[in-house]
């Protein structure tokens, strides 16, 4: 029989640095998780993406154990990385903080494409893209 689930949890963590201070422990703590096991487990499962902002989902069941699956970095960050950009622009709009060829969305929307909700590569560069102005990056062929 499957176990009944509790609760589902998303959060960002930084892959290889989860620690049961906030966001993860009382997150995790009002569930009744032990929290260790998931510190250590996520760490264990992230250690190659050590401080790259991941999307997790917990999935919390009544017996007190649990599952997470750890999704694609967010776009805005593989954008970040893709252009080795400190931060996005403070006025999206009227400031451009970088030029990205079309190229280096299709890659990250390649990337990324698991967790998109479309399966057209055309679709998720159109998403890439959008993210891509929305920080103030400008896209070029």
Do not use: C, W
Not at 2 to 20: W, Y
Not at 112 to 130: P, Q, R, Y
Request: a positive charge; proline letters at 6%; hydrophobic letters at 40%.
């Amino acid at each position: 029989m499957a176990k009944k689930i509790k609760a589902i949890v998303k959060l960002n963590v930084k892959g290889g640095q989860a620690t049961a201070a906030p966001p993860v422990g009382p997150a995790l703590s009002q569930h009744g998780l032990p929290i260790m096991d998931f510190v250590k487990s996520f760490n264990d499962r992230t250690k190659d993406q050590q401080g790259t902002i991941l999307p997790v989902v917990v999935t919390i069941y009544e017996d007190r154990t649990f599952s997470f699956l750890v999704k694609k970095p967010p776009v805005a960050i593989l954008i970040k990385k893709a252009l080795n950009l400190e931060k996005a622009a403070k006025t999206p709009g009227k400031q451009t903080v970088a030029k990205m060829q079309k190229a280096q969305a299709k890659k990250i929307a390649e990337e990324k494409m698991e967790d998109l909700n479309t399966k057209d590569i055309e679709a998720a560069i159109k998403i890439v893209e959008g993210t891509a102005r929305s920080m103030g990056v400008e896209v070029t062929e």
